[in-house]
Nanobody
Framework: VQLQASGGGLVQAGDSLSVSCVAS????????MSWFRQAPGKEREFVSG????????AYSDSVKGRFTISKDRIKKTVYLQMNSLKPEDTANYYC????????????????RGQGTLVTVSS
């Protein structure tokens, strides 16, 4: 599975932005695709995940209520709609896939994309 994220950019605090991740190769209904982010000097952080088969979702407390994850099964694409962005949301956002349920631990994901940079100015 190869993953390609896109849609990042520079926005102001309070703005909205949507990033997407396209998966190529075989995916399974038991797979989970998640978004992680990593800011300079910080560890990778789970943002949100979605189960490919049953659409179950999960969010970190820091983005719950502001971000929404969704997917298009035919396009093999997962979207992350980010609203009410804050400067602390600035990071490289990347998507990852694992065979199994959503996990908040990045090391449990087998496939990982390059990421797309989101910068939120104050």
């Amino acid at each position: 599975v190869q993953l390609q994220a896109s849609g990042g950019g520079l926005v102001q605090a309070g703005d909205s932005l949507s990033v997407s991740c396209v998966a190529s190769g075989r995916t399974f209904t038991s797979d989970a695709m998640s978004w992680f982010r990593q800011a300079p000097g910080k560890e990778r952080e789970f943002v949100s995940g979605i189960n490919w088969g049953n659409d179950r979702t999960a969010y970190s407390d820091s983005v719950k209520g502001r971000f929404t994850i969704s997917k298009d099964r035919i396009k093999k694409t997962v979207y992350l709609q980010m609203n009410s962005l804050k400067p602390e949301d600035t990071a490289n956002y990347y998507c990852a896939v694992r065979h199994g349920a959503i996990s908040r631990w990045p090391t449990e994901y087998t496939y990982r994309g390059q990421g797309t940079l989101v910068t939120v100015s104050s």
